[in-house]
């Protein structure tokens, strides 16, 4: 189990892979689903054209928050391993914003942590999206519901 | 010690400073906190509040020493 | 939009980022979602060991229902792309089983659709597991409600 | 031409062989396909059909050159 916050740009496969290496030495065998999910930032959102967007986060708080939403998540399926990466600072279009995946022996199990980490993560980690259009910036003032 | 006060995102920027410090007169709330720093800016509809790096309500009391933030609602993930 | 069937054994990670490199050209910054299943070979199910799988299909069928499934998902939800991938053929433990990815604006489309090609994929694509035990071969005789 | 005739897994294995050739006289179901292929052995419980590679139903008329499978409960993914 791993959170953690990036402020460079990372590369999700990669990251996945170098994870499930160290998971494959220590549950060989023992996971049969994997969920995954990689939100990346687009280049449209509405009407404008966004040319960047910067991630603003409360430290300490949001790092607290992740580990719980994990926590929860873990106690409420059997899961045998989780992977959380979210991106603060500035990024480009195109550019991996968070990264969740989701280890269980049971594919019900590993969707559903998978789904209820990204909402809980949205609905209540100290996360702020300012975008850089061609309007100039401007905070997202919330996030859709999923 | 006093009550560090931090503000993010959107509403760091409208108030146009990040961090305040408030030295309690006796127990006050998140809400007194705010009305205490802002006395003529009521705290915006939709802000959110923690103490200590936990959500709090308005009404929660704080104490000398704690940690108060207020911020617009999260758009991370 | 990819489906195949492979007969040795591939790399999840691997596959999704050759595809996803196409993606990036053709689509920039166009997708903020990525729903990803892995399902990999357990060595465990129920009490025996399991040493072996073999994966059967049906020639012809299996390809044709999986292609139905994925444009009934894309008919669905507004998807930008998807890939599927699937073994057939002698397969190890910890070997990767099937790969559904799913590429779209909105999280809530990507998630929900890369769980619904799953689920029908496990009750309509003619595949059949025949695990090797430490008791003899054994065919699988149905899968688990997801 | 005839019509072909697949097995597949279990089904296959229990009946010692994976394909079968049947010329029909004059309209046959799916159902009547395996009982003239299979006069002693009901159809096992479970076992899906298909024709042309398309689930069908035992009821559905198949002609000559059409393609007939019966195969176990599908197990993929």
Known sequence: MKVELRSKPFDPLLELG???????????????????????????????????????????????HLQRIVAAARGEWPLLDTLVIHRVGELQPNDPIVLVAVWSAHRAAAFAACRCIMEELKSKAPFWKREDTTDGPRWVEHNTPG | MGIQVKYFASLRDRLGRAEDRLEPRGEVTVAEVWAALWPETPLPPNTLTAVNLEYADPGQVVRDGDEVAFFPPVTGG
Chains 1, 3 share one sequence.
């Open chain 1, 18 to 64: 170098l994870y499930q290496a160290s998971l494959d030495e220590r549950r060989p065998g023992r996971y049969g689903a994997t969920a995954i999910f990689i939100g990346t930032m687009r280049d449209f959102n509405g009407d404008e054209t966004v040319r960047g967007m910067t991630l603003e986060h409360y430290p300490g708080m949001t790092e607290r």
